[in-house]
């Protein structure tokens, strides 16, 4: 998985990965790289429009849908403030929260589920000081745990 992440960030134009997607992608146990790396690359899309100054005019989950990724817009705050190790990540030093995800795969085992997890950074957010509008790649591979895991 890690190749995978590793040649979508290299060509990303838009998509900023954050260590934690190498760190992460590198562990996973899902068996179709292929698969990650051509929703990796629909995604870089999906930035691009988010990146346009003044916003994209219509829900992000409409952009995705369009490049045939299954989006999911947040996760519970339950699953967030129970597992906070898990959904937090970091950029330039800057604290940054997995909530949006694409789920790549899901099926039965952590061979067949992948999750990315992402930061939508509007870039005028005080706490992140400067930390310029995009979407930041957290946590690549696993589903993280939340209520459906137990």
Same mark, same amino acid.
């Given at each position: 998985?890690?190749?995978?992440?590793?040649?979508?960030?290299?060509?990303?134009?838009?998509?900023?990965?954050?260590?934690?997607?190498?760190?992460? +992608?590198?562990? &996973?146990?899902?068996?179709?790289?292929?698969?990650?790396? #051509?929703? /990796?690359? @629909?995604?870089?899309? $999906?930035?691009?429009?988010w990146n346009v100054a003044g916003g994209i005019g219509r829900p992000i989950?409409?952009?995705?849908?369009?490049?045939?990724?299954?989006?999911?817009?947040?996760?519970?705050?339950?699953?967030? +403030?129970?597992? &906070?190790?898990?959904?937090?990540?970091?950029?330039?030093? #800057?604290? /940054?929260? @997995?909530?949006?995800? $694409?789920?790549?795969?899901?099926?039965?085992?952590?061979?067949?589920?992948?999750?990315?997890?992402?930061?939508?950074?509007?870039?005028?957010?005080?706490?992140?000081?400067?930390?310029?509008?995009?979407?930041?790649?957290?946590?690549?591979?696993?589903?993280?745990?939340?209520?459906?895991?137990?």
């Amino acid at each position: 998985m890690l190749e995978a992440v590793e040649l979508a960030a290299a060509h990303a134009e838009h998509l900023v990965y954050s260590e934690r997607a190498f760190e992460t +992608a590198r562990t &996973a146990p899902y068996d179709e790289p292929r698969k990650l790396l #051509r929703d /990796l690359v @629909a995604l870089d899309r $999906v930035a691009g429009a988010w990146n346009v100054a003044g916003g994209i005019g219509r829900p992000i989950r409409d952009v995705a849908l369009q490049q045939q990724l299954e989006w999911a817009d947040d996760v519970s705050v339950t699953a967030r +403030a129970q597992n &906070a190790r898990e959904y937090a990540f970091s950029h330039d030093g #800057r604290p /940054l929260w @997995a909530g949006p995800h $694409v789920r790549v795969a899901t099926g039965r085992g952590m061979r067949r589920t992948c999750r990315v997890y992402l930061a939508l950074v509007k870039g005028d957010e005080p706490d992140l000081a400067g930390l310029p509008r995009g979407i930041y790649v957290g946590p690549v591979g696993k589903h993280l745990s939340d209520s459906t895991t137990g």
